[in-house]
Each structure stands twice: as structure tokens, then as C-alpha cells.
């Protein structure tokens, strides 16, 4: 049964992942780390609005601390009460119009197709960037603040990388305090014992089995397998038919290109990328890329990802 609902509870972070990059000490923690936020919900506090199927619960693990991340946390609205399954009408704003909004839209007609009411409004997309003045019969949108005052609105924000993803999450909550709709394809395999975050998507064809985490926003792409006991942080990017063995840990903001394999227990440290097709078999520090069979780094000069 596909369903529309709250969903309570929060992520707890991996006990074993220690990223040096992203999590700071706990010590001397401000009002705006601290207060209501998708980043520190007490357990059992809804998180956000997940559309979807699947018997995993949204929530968010407790992360490090970039500006951009407490910008996020400092502006993150009081949840709402719980409502029932299936029975809500959830009118969601795409930020963005691209491929992947295109494919969200897909998604959203397939669990129409089901009992869920989703009433998509409208796409943002920045000032700047050519796009027609419709996408998908919806108009398109340049400023966020048009949606200001709306809170039956949530928004999931549709853009592929994860660099541009954090900071249109961060633009949406500061400017309107927006609320994030976690997008589940109807044709995922989710597995009773995982969460998944606020914002995340997931498309067609993935797997996510036992005691997995996933974070706020991560994206999962097409016929990715996403094992046993991973947690894959904020913003972590699956591209599609990524395998990740059991164990693995995803730190935020990682961006794994299509085809790459990743073996049992190996750590990919935050912001880190990994080439299309690459055999990962060794932890990747923070920031790195690396790609190959199996893979080794790549030295540091711009990155092209498509
Ligand atoms: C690894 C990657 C980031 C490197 O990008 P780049 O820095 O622009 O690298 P270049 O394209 O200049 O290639 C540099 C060299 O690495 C090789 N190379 C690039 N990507 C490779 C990969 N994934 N596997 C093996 N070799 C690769 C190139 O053949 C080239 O070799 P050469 O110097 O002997 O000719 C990129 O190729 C990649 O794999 N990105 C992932 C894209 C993706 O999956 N997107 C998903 C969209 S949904």
C-alpha cells in the first residue's frame, strides 16, 4: 500500500562513524545547534512529510556543524501533529525542473496511481537559469518567497548534485521556513528496520534492506542496492546502479557515480566522489576522488561530473 504520512522518530548516528571533517566536539553546543530541527529531534519527534512506500520512518541524524548546516538547523519550523496513513493531500513544490525533477514527477504519477493525493504546484528554478516558463504544465517560479506564508506547502528540491542541493535546502528554510516531503518510489524495497531522512528520494529500482540509515536529503537513484547497517549522511548522492556492500558509511555530502561498487564496512568520507564504475575497497578520505578498479585517488584539479 502506498501511503502519505508523518512519520516520527529520528535517525541515530552510526556509533562507529567519526568523520573529522564534519562532526565536531559536543561540547559547547548554541541555543541554534540545539533547538527544534531536523538536525536535533529528540526520538519519536516527526521529521517531515514522507510520500511514499516502505515501512521506514524519516528523521535525521545528528551531524557536524558547516555554516551552511546551521543556517539549516537555526531555521527548521516546529514539526506538525502525526496524521493518519494515506489519507492527506500533500501539495508539493519541486525546486528545480530539470532531469531529475523530471523523474520526480514520474514518481509522483505512479503513487497517484496508487491512493496518494499529491498535488504538484509549481517548480523553482533560480533567477538566471534559462527555463521555460511552464514545467510540467506548472509554473515555474523564481522567487521562493512566493510560497511564503503557505504551510500546507512542501517542497523537495530536485537537483542531482549534492553542493547545489545543501544550498537550496539551506535557501528554502531561511527564507520560508520550508518543509520537506521525502519522495519514495512505489517500486523501492525498503526494509522495516531502516529511516530515512526529510527530503530524501529515492527512485525506482533500489533496494535499502536491513538497519539502514539514511539522512536528510540524500538522493538515491535508480537500481542502486544500499545494504545492511549503512548510513549515508546528509546530502550523500547514490548515481545510478551504485552497490554498497553491508556496513558502509557515506559521510555528507559524497557524491558516488553511476556503477561504483563499494565493499563491506568502507568508510567514504564527507564530500568525498567516486568515479562512474570505480571497485572501492579502501576507506576515501573527506573531499577526495577517487575512481578505477580498484579505486585510487585522483589528483586534485577541477571535477566534472556529467
Ligand atoms: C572520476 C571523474 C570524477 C573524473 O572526472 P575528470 O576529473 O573530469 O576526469 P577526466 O574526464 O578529465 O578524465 C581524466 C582521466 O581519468 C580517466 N577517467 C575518468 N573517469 C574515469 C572513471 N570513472 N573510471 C576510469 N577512468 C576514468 C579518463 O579516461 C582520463 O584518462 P586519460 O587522462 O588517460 O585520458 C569522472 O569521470 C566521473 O566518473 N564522474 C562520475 C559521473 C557520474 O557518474 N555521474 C552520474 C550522473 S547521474
Not at 50 to 65: E, L
Not at 164 to 169: E, F, H, S
Not at 187 to 196: E, F, M, P, Q, T
Request: aromatic residues 4%.
Amino acid at each position: 500500500m502506498s501511503a502519505v504520512y508523518w512519520n516520527g522518530g529520528s535517525v541515530t548516528r552510526h556509533p562507529g562513524f567519526r568523520d573529522p571533517r564534519t562532526i565536531d566536539p559536543p561540547a559547547a553546543a548554541t541555543p541554534a545547534e540545539t533547538g527544534p530541527s531536523i538536525r536535533g529531534l529528540a526520538p519519536g519527534e516527526p521529521a517531515g512529510t514522507r510520500v511514499g512506500q516502505g515501512s521506514g520512518q524519516a528523521g535525521s541524524p545528528a551531524h557536524g556543524r558547516s555554516p551552511e548546516r546551521q543556517a539549516v538547523a537555526s531555521a527548521e519550523p516546529e514539526p506538525e501533529p502525526v496524521t493518519a496513513h494515506g489519507a492527506m493531500t500533500v501539495r508539493l513544490v519541486l525546486y528545480g525542473a530539470g532531469a531529475l525533477a523530471r523523474e520526480i514527477v514520474d514518481v509522483l504519477e505512479r503513487l497517484n496511481a496508487h491512493e496518494t493525493a499529491i498535488q504538484l504546484q509549481a517548480s523553482i528554478v533560480d533567477p538566471g537559469i534559462d527555463a521555460p516558463e511552464t514545467f510540467r504544465a506548472r509554473p515555474v517560479v523564481r522567487d521562493v518567497r512566493t510560497f511564503a506564508g503557505d504551510d500546507s506547502l512542501r517542497f523537495v528540491v530536485a537537483l542531482g548534485e549534492p553542493g547545489p542541493r545543501a544550498r537550496a535546502v539551506a535557501h528554502l528554510r531561511t527564507e520560508i521556513g520550508a518543509r520537506f516531503a521525502t519522495i519514495i518510489d512505489p517500486g523501492v524495497l525498503i526494509g522495516a528496520s531502516s529511516r530515512i531522512g526529510a527530503g530524501a528520494v529515492l527512485l525506482g529500482h533500489s533496494s535499502v534492506t536491513a538497519d539502514v540509515q539514511l539522512g536528510d536529503h540524500v538522493l538515491v537513484n535508480p537500481g542502486c542496492t544500499v545494504a545492511h547497517d549503512n548510513v549515508l549522511e546528509d546530502f550523500a548522492t547514490l548515481s545510478p546502479g551504485v552497490h554498497l556492500a553491508g556496513h558502509v558509511q557515506v559521510g555528507e555530502g559524497a557524491f558516488l557515480g553511476t556503477g561504483a561498487c563499494v565493499i563491506p564496512k568502507i568508510r567514504i568520507g564527507a564530500h568525498a566522489l567516486v568515479g562512474a564504475g570505480a571497485v572501492v575497497i579502501r576507506n576515501v578520505a573527506p573531499g577526495r576522488t577517487v575512481f578505477g578498479n580498484p579505486a585510487r585517488p585522483l589528483p586534485t584539479r577541477p571535477l566534472r561530473r556529467d
